[in-house]
């Protein structure tokens, strides 16, 4: 589950030394780094409007050294940062729940379900397939835990997934722009050169992730058509 340019991060602010911010990247073994420019667009004139020791931020990655991330607050929206902290909120709300049902072994069990994807998508799965949840936590357990996660409040997931698009056309800006702004009842959104993320909430997550394969594959279709280049970022 390593990460990649253009992810976002949760962050906590460790240090500022100058105009340079030092982060701890939650659930990462790695530093992030913010220049200034990257903290907020304008003027700065009190780094500390934005940024303080121990505050939790939401950020992007920009680029991965072997020791250290660097990374941009400015350039995470406002939707995206309160998507982040409502699934880092939710995730802990889950690592609470094993923690109350199997105690001093739930901590080997998230680690081993965490190596594969976050806690979050692991649970928002097991809504749509509670059945996944027996073969893990036996089916007790299973019956404990689903029953504390109904009573919880319905919450839209969100389905998320990320793709490459290129042309090497001369108007090839033009012709991505016009290949996506036909993509109806989904969110696409620009990462970085070449690479984009789409986006859809639903109660149904099976019902949207079939929604959401759909929409990719007339995405292919349409780009090879145009002699563009389309790939699917795999998890």
Excluded: W
Excluded at 29 to 37: A, P, Q, R, V
Excluded at 52 to 73: A, G, N, Q, T
Excluded at 105 to 134: H, T
């Amino acid at each position: 589950m390593g990460l990649e340019e253009g992810d976002l991060v949760l962050c906590t602010v460790d240090r500022i030394v100058g105009t340079t911010v030092f982060v701890k990247i939650e659930g990462e073994g790695k530093d992030g780094s913010i220049i200034l420019s990257e903290i907020a667009p304008g003027r700065i004139r009190n780094l500390r409007d934005y940024v303080v020791p121990k505050k939790k931020i939401v950020c992007k990655v920009l680029r991965i050294s072997s020791d250290m991330m660097d990374l941009s607050l400015r350039r995470v929206t406002q939707k995206e940062k309160k998507e982040v902290i409502e699934e880092y909120n939710q995730e802990k709300s889950y690592e609470n729940i094993l923690k109350s049902i199997l105690g001093d072994s739930s901590k080997q069990i998230i680690n081993k379900i965490k190596e594969k994807e976050s806690l979050y998508n692991f649970f928002e799965q097991a809504k749509q397939n509670p059945e996944s949840l027996g073969k893990i936590f036996g089916l007790d357990n299973s019956k404990r835990i689903l029953q504390i996660i109904n009573k919880q409040k319905t919450k839209k997931s969100i389905i998320k997934k990320e793709f490459n698009l290129t042309s090497t056309h001369s108007n090839g800006l033009e012709l991505i722009k016009n290949l996506l702004g036909n993509t109806k009842d989904v969110e696409i959104n620009y990462i970085a050169a070449g690479k984009f993320s789409i986006k859809a909430q639903s109660e149904d997550l099976k019902k949207e992730e079939k929604k959401l394969k759909t929409i990719l594959e007339d995405i292919e279709k349409m780009a090879k058509e145009k002699g563009m280049e389309f790939s699917i970022k795999e998890k």
